[in-house]
């Protein structure tokens, strides 16, 4: 027994493997020219090997070209999705959504629909889960609602510019809670894009194409 140059007993197998290279068109192509050179002129390759690594490299160049058509196909459909994307732009979008925006004292469009029937508290809450206003509305029909806020907390101060929550407490004429819904309404002044996913910029708020369950033009 004996000891090799890479440290291992003979015999034994070396835990270290060499990392495997995918072979490709380059490569493929300069291995065969290099056996070509150098094959023996007594012994040349049998034309059926010839012929049969001839076939191989005929069927890597087609995997390389279904490889960029795929390629292309994808950046084809990237660039239509941009474009559709970039159509909402100016128009009116409605989201499922409960945020409020707040700017100078004038927040945007938002709304709650009502299975049925109820008598309806709503709570506004900042960024933190902190009760900021509680605001008895009422009986309210099923359908929806439009959320009436003055942009006030409890003590009647005007909140800061910024980004809040608005929940619903609706309990029915049996005393049950009463299924909603919250939705914002607003223009998409931009797209921006997330992991290679595109997302509708609604003020300060991102919204994804998937919660988009209504879209009008902006006649303002």
Known sequence: MYINELGTTHGE?????S??????????LTLLIT?????NPLSPMESSDF????????????????NETLANIQDALRSQESGNVL????K???????TVFIKDGNMDSNVFTLEDGAEVTIFIYNTEGAELRRIYAGWKEAGEHDLSWDGRDNSGNQVGNG???FEVDAVGEDGFIVPYNAYLTGEVTGVTYQNSIPYL???????ALENIIEITKNNS
């Open 13 to 17: 197998t070396s835990p270290y493997t």
């Open 19 to 28: 990392p495997k290279k995918d072979l490709g068109r380059d490569e493929f």
């Open 35 to 39: 056996q070509l050179k150098n094959q």
């Open 51 to 66: 012929t049969a690594q001839l076939a191989q490299f005929s069927s890597l160049e087609q995997l390389f070209g279904m």
């Open 87 to 90: 159509d909402y732009i100016g």
């Open 92 to 98: 009116m979008v409605k989201t499922y959504d409960n």
């Open 163 to 165: 980004v809040y929550f």
């Open 201 to 207: 910029m609604i003020g300060n708020k991102l919204v």
